[in-house]
């Protein structure tokens, strides 16, 4: 399983921004794949998280309502819609990936994914 994340950039605080996680060797639906985000001097965090056998997702309570996760079977990529970003959203973006097995489990506070892609890095300034 491989992974590649793109779609960061610069944009001013209440703009938006798409990811994009591209999926290859896998084409099961067996999994979960989930967004984390990394800032200068913090921890990672799961921002959202999406189990492929259902599409059930999670998010960080900080982007809930503001970020949107989804899938597109056809291509094998995992979208993330950012909206309304603030200052707190700068950061690597990275994608993951884990086996499930199927089921609908899917959890953004889980750190032992197997497969991570590089990050994408997402600014927001004015």
């Known amino acids: 399983v491989q992974l590649q994340a793109s779609g960061g950039g610069l944009v001013q605080p209440g703009g938006s921004l798409n990811l994009s996680c591209v999926i290859s060797g896998h084409n099961k639906d067996d999994y979960f794949i989930g967004w984390f985000r990394q800032a200068p001097r913090k921890q990672r965090e799961g921002v959202s998280c999406?189990?492929?056998?259902?599409?059930?997702?999670h998010y960080l309570s900080s982007v809930r309502g503001r970020f949107i996760i989804s899938r597109d079977k056809a291509v094998n990529t995992y979208y993330l819609q950012m909206k309304n970003l603030t200052p707190d959203d700068s950061g690597w973006y990275y994608c993951?990936?884990?086996?499930?097995?199927?089921?609908?489990?899917?959890?953004?506070?889980?750190?032992?994914?197997?497969?991570w892609g590089k990050g994408t890095l997402v600014t927001v300034s004015s």
């Open positions: 993951a990936w884990v086996y499930t097995g199927g089921t609908s489990w899917c959890d953004v506070t889980y750190f032992g994914m197997t497969v």
């Open positions: 999406m189990a492929s056998s259902d599409g059930t997702s």
